[in-house]
């Protein structure tokens, strides 16, 4: 492979040149879920094969990779005995969304959704409501929908294993013992609130009337990107809504796919930084319709505020139940 990232391969009489996006080596190299789980599992699988490693992203033989993008700095408003102690204990913690706490003290989260909240369709005003926030993570979503009067049920895996993965790396990951608990950030962020929403250990793929009951409003965030089989999350969410109710779909979008944007088609990923599919607006549009949404309607499209090199570009998209 030469230094632009190009492998050139010969095919009986053929040559063939496979160009590998350097970016797109780069956020690999860098993402959580490679230096967590893939990365180990690779040398595991090396380990076996005798493969050299020259196979690594930038051929490093040693095996070194560079760390995860760093989070967000944040600086305490506040230097009080209160502030600090509530500081050390966000700071053995790895935090994906800012959240503002007492005291001062806000979360370094690499993703901060504060200033663009607005984008998301959420109503001013949801007193009354009862909502259900799908991979709530740190909490940003359910809290500020409990802020504005919701009743808030917030469901998440509770383990990397619980995460929709290969089963490669499912099976690597047993093997090792290298499971990682999810839900930290949450559970401090609620007690330091004072929160009351309801967080509930289960996958999308769980939901049921039978389980969670129904809602006026489903929400979910950055999660299908994450799904083998976004249809059947979808139709999950569309099951737990009362008639006359609505769910808030906000997901990356294939920006990058160009004039092909606009297509129903899918850009698979294969699992980098744990994303199986970035779909396009009229990929996750139908799929929509398919599981069920009488209507739907974009509400926005932005970059989102993230410390990530590669832009993430986002489309917000809201499905009705008529029936």
């Known amino acids: 492979m030469d230094p632009a990232g190009e492998r050139r391969l010969q095919i009986g009489g053929v040559a063939v040149s496979v160009a590998v996006d350097p970016a797109w080596i780069e956020r690999l190299r860098r993402s959580t879920i490679f230096q967590t789980v893939l990365r180990p599992a ?3 699988v090396r380990g076996r094969t005798g493969r050299h490693a020259e196979a690594v992203p930038n051929g490093r033989a040693n095996g070194g990779f560079d760390s995860p993008p760093p989070a967000r700095r944040v600086v305490p408003t506040s230097n009080t005995p209160e502030a600090r102690a509530i ?6 913690i790895e935090w994906y969304h800012t959240i503002e706490l007492p005291h001062g003290v806000v979360t370094p989260g690499t993703v901060d959704h504060r200033r663009q909240i607005e984008r998301y369709g959420l109503p001013a005003d949801m007193r009354g409501m009862r909502v259900l926030e799908v991979a709530t993570f740190d909490g940003f979503f359910s809290f500020e929908m409990e802020r504005r009067g919701a009743s808030v049920v917030a469901v998440d895996v509770d383990s990397w294993l619980d995460c929709d993965i290969p089963r490669v790396v499912r099976q690597h990951i047993i ?8 839900g930290a950030g949450f559970r401090l962020a609620k007690e330091l609130i004072g929160s009351q929403v309801d967080r509930r250990g289960m996958s999308i ?3 049921s009337p039978e389980k969670v009951g129904t809602f006026d409003l489903v929400f979910l965030s950055d999660l299908l990107i994450h799904l083998r089989d976004p249809l059947g999350g979808l139709e999950s969410v569309f099951s737990v809504l009362r008639t006359g109710g609505t769910a808030i779909i906000a997901e990356p ?3 990058e796919l160009g004039p092909l944007s606009g297509a129903t088609i899918a850009h698979f990923e294969g699992f980098t930084d744990g994303v199986w599919w970035r779909p396009t607006v009229a990929t996750l549009t139908a799929l929509l319709r398919m599981a069920g949404f009488d209507r739907v309607e974009e509400l926005a499209r932005f970059r989102l505020d993230a410390t990530w090199d590669r832009p993430v570009d986002k489309v917000v998209l809201k499905g009705h139940r008529a029936t």
Request: a negative charge.
């Open 42 to 44: 690779y040398r595991a």
């Open 87 to 92: 500081q050390e204990r966000v700071d053995a």
């Open 175 to 182: 093997d090792t013992g290298t499971d990682r608990p999810m």
């Open 205 to 207: 793929y769980e939901l």
């Open 253 to 255: 979008r294939a920006s």
